[in-house]
């Protein structure tokens, strides 16, 4: 590759994207093992999936690597059993400098009843290193709808609990 190539490259991968391109899903069948001794779907197997979903859109979206920073608290609003298909959506609300909120949002389908319902949501925040574990800057997302312009709006709202809350909890320390 020569040195121009690469610049342009390096170019193309800062260019604002919009949200869609890095909208990402996921689904699940939950067997046996992923639950607890009542059929019911394991907290922490939902999680790791939640932070597998977010990790896509974080990879697509700023095409690096990425580590999970911090996830913000998770509601578990019905439970879910062995033999049904989660589904989990996760987007790119909002890029800041090397870190990116992703929202996740999970629900469980039922395809005998043909339902459908809002299982839990969660909100994690995806930092993008290199192989060395440097911070890279990530290209802007562009929010196209007026439900991405709100999540992208309220990211920047979290962003300052998160960081009060971080420097918070260094002082306690
Ligand atoms: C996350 C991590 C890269 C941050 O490194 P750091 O040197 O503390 O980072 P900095 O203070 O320079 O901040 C870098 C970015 O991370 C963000 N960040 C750091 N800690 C954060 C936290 N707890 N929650 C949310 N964002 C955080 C900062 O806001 C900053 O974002 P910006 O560049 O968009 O402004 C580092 O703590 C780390 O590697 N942690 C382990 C990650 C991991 O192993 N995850 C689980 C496995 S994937």
Do not use: C
């Not at 697509?60 to 033999?83: E, K, Q």
């Not at 290193?129 to 290209?139: E, F, N, Q, R, S």
Request: charged letters at 30%.
């Amino acid at each position: 590759m020569t040195g121009k190539e690469k610049t342009i490259m390096q170019d193309d991968a800062l260019s604002p994207r919009p949200v869609r391109d890095s909208q990402s899903e996921m689904a699940e069948i939950v067997l046996p093992n992923d639950a607890n001794p009542l059929a019911a779907l394991l907290g922490g197997r939902l999680m790791h999936w939640i932070d597998l979903a977010g990790a896509m859109a974080a990879h697509r979206h700023s095409r690096n690597y990425v580590v999970t920073a911090s996830v913000d608290h998770i509601d578990f609003l019905v439970p879910v059993r062995v033999g049904d298909l989660v589904i989990l959506r996760s987007s790119v609300n909002r890029v800041f400098h090397s870190s990116m909120e992703v929202g996740v949002k999970v629900f469980v389908e039922n395809y005998i009843a043909d339902t459908s319902q809002h299982v839990a949501s969660a909100y994690l925040t995806f930092v993008a290193i290199d192989g060395a574990g440097k911070h890279l800057k990530v290209a802007p997302v562009i929010p196209e709808t007026e439900e991405q312009q709100r999540r992208y709006d309220d990211a920047g709202r979290r962003r300052e609990i998160r960081r009060s809350e971080l420097e918070r909890r260094r002082r306690a320390r």
